[in-house]
């Protein structure tokens, strides 16, 4: 802020509305002098203060309100400036930045493609799948389908799509589906959110929470990157741990002093891999 005894940031609390996805976002003004935090306004992104003018994203859209610098308060209706900014959603980070009477922002593009399945030759055999934002994520022990999570606006959530019928279909419904691992078995699918571990039976038959930490003060940020092949735990993506689903418990393997993530076993499930930096 002007006064460099106030700055703002923005709070997100990862618990899960009842519906499904993360509940948005909230700037506060934080003081140096150690005060307690101060609401600003809710559902916002990071945010640009220049002159009475706070500027942030809400919706996808950057909007400008009327903002007192001295008393931190934001008064008026907020109005929009540009739409379908790019936006990081789990981060509530707008891609803008204004200055002055100038204005940059990055629009949201959108990364539609399709599924290409190919041959160990890498031969392009057919493509499946309406056009969408897709990203991999696992593929059937039997090769027939194929666990991808599809995002737009809102979020991502893991779909399944069968390669020999190109019909998919919806798994998750939180907009926080970005990992999943099938069974070894290939009758089951692991999905994670920000508070929840589950196991799918592919039949539609069964919904087993293997984790939930929906009661606690925080997400504990678990994602599922694999299976072991004797079917006892889910390793992690995004830190050295795995789920041992006989106990029911999120295990931490070791501690690095860099960020550390994308855990795969070993075939004979001795063995981990991991990505540290």
Avoid: C
Wanted: charged letters at 20%; zero cysteines.
């Amino acid at each position: 802020m002007p006064d460099s005894k106030a700055f703002l940031f923005v709070s997100r609390d990862f618990q899960e509305l009842p519906n499904g996805g993360p509940i948005g976002g909230a700037l506060y003004a934080g003081f140096l002098d150690g005060r307690a935090p101060k609401l600003i306004v809710e559902n916002a992104s990071n945010a640009v203060v220049v002159g009475k003018s706070l500027f942030f994203v809400r919706n996808g859209n950057l909007v400008v309100q009327a903002f007192d610098t001295r008393s931190l308060t934001a008064s008026g209706t907020p109005f929009d400036i540009a739409n379908d900014l790019e936006y990081r959603n789990g981060f509530d980070l707008g891609n803008f930045s204004v200055a002055g009477n100038t204005i940059a922002y990055v629009p949201a593009t959108a990364r539609r493609a399709q599924i290409g399945v190919f041959d160990t030759s890498g031969r392009l055999l057919d493509v499946k799948g309406q056009p969408a934002d897709y990203s991999v994520l696992d593929v059937s022990p039997d090769g027939k389908s194929v666990a991808v999570s599809v995002a737009d606006r809102s979020g991502s959530d893991v779909w399944i799509l069968q390669l020999d019928r190109g019909v998919i279909s919806r798994v998750s419904f939180n907009n926080t589906g970005w990992t999943a691992a099938f069974s070894p078995d290939g009758k089951r699918i692991a999905t994670a959110t920000l508070s929840k571990v589950s196991i799918r039976a592919l039949d539609g038959s069964s919904v087993n929470d293997v984790l939930d930490n929906t009661n606690a003060s925080a997400s504990f940020g678990f994602g599922v990157d694999g299976w072991s092949a004797d079917g006892k735990y889910l390793t992690d993506s995004f830190d050295v741990a795995y789920v041992d689903l006989q106990q029911r418990k999120l295990i931490h393997v070791l501690k690095t002093s860099g960020a550390s993530n994308s855990g795969v076993l070993s075939p004979n499930g001795k063995w981990l891999a991991y990505m540290s930096r």
